[in-house]
């Protein structure tokens, strides 16, 4: 494996899907890419699925019913073999057609939506996997370019006067409404895209895992701008 990605050792780079599952993370690493140029007409798949919603899940038989050209059906057999491959390695993909996602607005001194910097957790042993084909990327962070929201002292004050308990019932409450899972990126933070094509494997919070979970946000929609993710 080959690290790419500026000097980046958060990143590790493969060439196929076998790779991609079967690496281990280890140390800083905690974000396998397996790189890759596609080919196809996306934004024609894009632009022929129907949006029912905000976010609309898109199934084999929806892609299957589309009509499309040469480019187009070239798009769909790529996002058919990576639902496939996927399913096949034991995951649960998911194909989303991406308007935005909902907004946290609750409180005005903490965010806790996936616009927000944050890990995913898992009570069992599990990785995060997506893709974007087709408009803006997510984002990643290295651990030590970010700060847990919850140890921020004015967001903990805040959130201690939101609770009003005890100190041990406090932190069974940061977890339960996933507080403990958000972060905030530090000054002169770099940020990678992760790119529109690339299929990756995110680190999770889990019991048995080797590495500190993968930092990450999704990238805030611009109006009339939609994404077509692979994710599970």
């Known amino acids: 494996m080959k ?14 899907f076998s790779q991609l599952v079967n690496s281990n993370f280890q140390g800083d690493m905690n974000a396998i890419c397996w790189h890759r140029e596609l080919v196809g007409d996306f934004k024609e798949v894009v632009t022929k699925l129907e949006l029912k ?35 096949d390695f034991g ?9 935005c996602y909902e907004r946290d607005e609750e409180f005005d001194f903490i965010s806790t939506d996936v616009y927000s910097y944050h890990v995913d957790r898992s009570p069992i042993e599990t990785d995060t996997f997506l893709c974007t084909y087709y408009g803006p990327a997510s984002e990643i962070l290295p651990s030590d ?53 690339h299929l990756w494997r995110l680190a999770v919070d889990h019991p048995t ?3 500190l979970p993968c930092v990450h946000r999704a990238p805030i929609e611009k109006d009339g701008e939609y994404r077509l993710l692979l994710i599970c």
């Open 3 to 16: 690290q790419i990605f500026s000097d980046s050792t958060q990143i590790s780079v493969v060439s196929t």
């Open 53 to 87: 919603d905000n976010i609309t899940e898109v199934s084999v038989e929806d892609l299957l019913a589309l009509q499309l050209s040469e480019q187009g059906l070239v798009a769909r057999e790529i996002l058919l073999k990576d639902i496939q491959q996927l399913t």
């Open 91 to 99: 995951a649960s993909p998911s194909l989303n057609l991406l308007k």
């Open 145 to 197: 370019q970010v700060q847990q929201k919850i140890v921020i002292p004015e967001i903990r004050e805040k959130l201690k006067e939101l609770h009003e308990g005890s100190e041990a019932e406090f932190e069974k409450f940061l977890e339960e409404y996933f507080f403990d899972l958000h972060y905030q990126a530090k000054p002169n933070a770099k940020p990678v895209n992760l790119g529109t094509g």
């Open 209 to 211: 895992q080797q590495a």
